[in-house]
């Protein structure tokens, strides 16, 4: 899960070496996409007669279509301008950004359908579990969100590294002048770049949805946070360090909320899963700013 | 010749608005009048001492006296005092020096912290006497100990994290802010440090040292009405203890040091400035401000939890540095202001007058199309519920259009 977003900001910052803050709220669009595409097609009475797998599939694709085009709507009106000045500017207008798509769509959401708080449909082939072995049994759901971030890894790595536009990418995160003057025409790849990376936030954010249920304007802070931690510890701007940094940060996470009680005597317990995140998060920029997987970041002045 | 005529102008506007606002208690509107003549008299053409006697005027005789006739006014006073200081001390982190922090409340959260668990009964829970809560006098005495360890606390976290760029900083900071709250948040087990989620009161309130004066006086006033004019005159002391040394920072060598790290870190290290010691200066200096400051608001409030110190808050605070212009005194008051009447007064006016109008039963009606009767106004549309859309439309807004602010400072910087 934390791996999924973790591609999203990986992919923008490798090309712009510029975090996107509001890669969270992008991921929660792409969350509330999903659920509404789900209760139209239940209000419709589709939801039960439609094959389950198209059902997901649809709600994937679109989730990922509009948060991925929404990506590029945010590039165009509050990055685009502010191309080349001070990083600084821009990050701060990242995070206007971020703040003011969390209540647009609370505000949406509230005309729309008078809450803001609003529950997945439950999917009854969602709902079951596979036993693998006496003792071992895996709920589909969670099977579903590994599989596509498998998937998603794959995909992801032939697109970069093996298509003509994989290869436009790596040139503009590489050099983004020398690249304009071999042709590539930087700014189309620099959108798609940002549709890429939404269309990511956006079936990770589908994927949150299917699996807790609940969602609402402000989940995608704590998810994003973490998600950003996953793309550092594993080297940010690299792909397959997002998906590693994601794993372990997850598996961290896991055995924090489980063993830290323990560890600790019943001083410490779940509840400082956060905590464990972020100091893992400060401790990594410390003394291996590169991650895990990285290559030297440039010292480039800001 | 306008020169001289524009100062009688300003004091007739003020005596007007004050006159507005004494007789109209109730207008929002009023009030932003007098609030406004504080900004006009920055602009307006006159001597030095014109302008400070007049402002002088406004902040220690009219506001106060509005005050104690509308309390609320004050309130709202003590909010703007409180949201400017902040706005000053981030101002030198993200203007002066040009480190984004996007933890700055967590600083505010040590120093209201380390009043209300020493100013509450809520210090007994781990250490044993029943020495607490401190009394009143004890006060200052941690608004000076709020200072210290605001700087360490900003010195600790420098240290490890200001090597780093500045991206990476903004988001150390964020993490370091949530940090804090998390602890905040449980350190109600297995010792009961911070009274958790459910907050810490009663917390004490300052002393009350000048109450022997006024009865030599012969005023009698009662305590309800006494504090806020009391809390209005500590923040106010304490804003112009901020602004006289920032100022003085502002044109020291060490101000020239964070400006010349501002604009380009390589060349001021060249330049033989000692840039990660000029850096842990800012931090730390912007740090004490914010701790100070929230030793008063726990005092004033009376009662804390962890819900005050929010990422929201940060924001809020950055956004108001950004809006008056970053590295600019009279920016960050003018932004302070601003952002904080948007929020308290024209959000909540607009709220008011909206649910007003659905329950008038009106209807709202355009031509040709047809009458949209008002009571059906969703119950969830409520701008002052809204605060964080306005908060990402400044920084928005203000970075695309105006990345300088609306008062920035005097010294332009170099390109």
């Known amino acids: ?302 | 010749m306008i020169s001289s005529l524009a100062p009688l102008g300003l004091c007739a506007y003020i005596a007007a608005s004050c006159l507005l606002a004494f007789y109209f208690p109730q207008s929002v509107l009023a009030f932003l009048l007098v609030e406004a003549s504080l900004l006009l008299l920055y602009y307006v053409p006159a001597t030095a001492k014109v302008k400070g006697f007049l402002g002088a005027l406004v902040l220690l005789v009219l506001l106060p006296f509005l005050g104690s006739v509308n309390g609320y006014y004050l309130e709202v006073a003590i909010q703007i005092g409180i949201f400017v200081a902040l706005a000053l001390g981030l101002n030198i982190v993200v203007g002066f020096v040009g480190l984004l922090n996007l933890g700055f409340v967590a600083f505010y959260a040590i120093g209201a912290y380390l009043w209300a668990v020493f100013g509450s009964p809520q210090a007994n829970a781990f250490i044993s006497g029943g020495l607490f809560p401190l009394s009143p006098n004890w006060f200052f005495v941690f608004l000076l100990l709020s200072i210290v360890v605001g700087a360490l606390t900003g010195v600790l976290l420098g240290l490890p994290v200001l090597r780093l760029r500045g991206d990476y900083l903004a988001i150390v900071t964020l993490g370091f802010a949530e940090v804090v709250r998390a602890l905040v948040n449980n350190l109600d087990k297995p010792i009961n440090f911070t009274n958790g989620p459910r907050g810490i009161t009663p917390i004490e309130k300052p002393p009350l040292f000048f109450q022997p004066l006024l009865e030599f006086l012969g005023l009698q006033v009662t305590h309800a009405k006494l504090y806020p004019l009391y809390f209005y005159f500590l923040i106010l002391s304490m804003v112009f203890i901020i602004i006289v040394v920032t100022r003085r920072l502002e044109n020291s060598r060490v101000g020239r040091a964070w400006k010349a790290i501002r604009e380009d870190e390589i060349a001021a290290a060249a330049m033989g400035v000692p840039v990660v010691r000029m850096k842990l200066l800012g931090f730390a200096v912007g740090a004490s401000f914010a701790s100070a400051v929230g030793v008063l608001f726990a005092a004033k409030q009376v009662f804390i939890n962890p819900e005050s110190f929010t990422f929201m808050e940060s924001i809020g605070v950055l956004a108001m540095v950004i809006l008056g212009g970053m590295g600019s005194v009279p920016g960050a008051i003018l932004g302070a202001t601003g952002v904080t009447i948007l929020n308290l007064q024209l959000l909540k006016g607009l709220s008011l007058w909206l649910n007003g109008l659905r329950q008038s039963g009106a209807e709202f009606v355009i031509p040709l199309i047809g009458s949209y009767p008002l009571s059906q106004l969703p119950a969830q549309f409520e701008p002052a519920k809204y605060e964080r859309m306005v908060f990402g439309l400044i920084l928005m807004l203000m970075m695309i259009f105006r990345p300088q602010g609306i008062l920035p400072p005097r010294q332009e910087p170099r390109k």
């Open chain 1, 1 to 302: 899960m934390y791996a999924l977003i973790a591609l999203g900001y990986t992919m923008v910052y490798g090309v712009l070496e510029f975090i996107n803050f509001a890669h969270s709220e992008i991921f929660v669009l792409g969350a509330f996409v999903g659920v509404e595409v789900l209760l139209l097609l239940q209000s419709a009475g589709q939801l039960s007669t439609l094959h389950p797998v198209f059902v997901l599939f649809l709600v994937i694709a679109t989730g990922m279509i509009i948060s991925g085009l929404s990506a590029m709507a945010l590039e165009r009106v509050a990055y685009r301008p502010l191309q080349g000045g001070p990083r600084l500017v821009a990050l701060i207008s990242a995070i206007g950004a971020s703040f003011f798509l969390q209540d647009g769509l609370r505000l949406f959401e509230s005309l729309w359908r008078n809450t803001f708080y609003l529950n997945y449909p439950s999917m009854e082939i969602l709902d079951q579990a596979i036993s693998l072995a006496a003792n071992l049994v895996i709920p589909v759901k969670s099977l579903l969100v590994i599989g596509t971030a498998l998937l998603t890894l794959l995909g992801l790595h032939f697109f970069v590294n093996r298509t003509r536009i994989g290869t436009a990418i790596r040139a503009v995160a590489q050099d983004p002048d020398t690249a304009s003057l071999m042709g590539v025409p930087v700014n189309q790849v620099i959108a798609l770049t940002f549709f890429v990376g939404g269309a990511l936030g956006g079936l990770a954010g589908v994927l949150f949805g299917l699996h807790y249920s609940l969602v609402n304007p402000y989940s995608g802070f704590i998810p994003g946070m973490k998600a950003f931690t996953a793309a550092v510890l594993g080297g940010i701007g690299n792909i397959p360090g997002a998906m590693l940094g994601g794993m372990l940060l997850g598996l961290l996470e896991a055995f924090a909320a489980s063993y830290l009680s323990l560890l600790t005597d019943g001083a410490f317990g779940a509840e400082y899963k956060d905590v464990v995140a972020f100091l893992v998060l400060i401790l990594i920029l410390i003394f291996r700013p590169k991650g895990l997987l990285g290559e030297t970041v440039r010292e480039s002045k800001a």
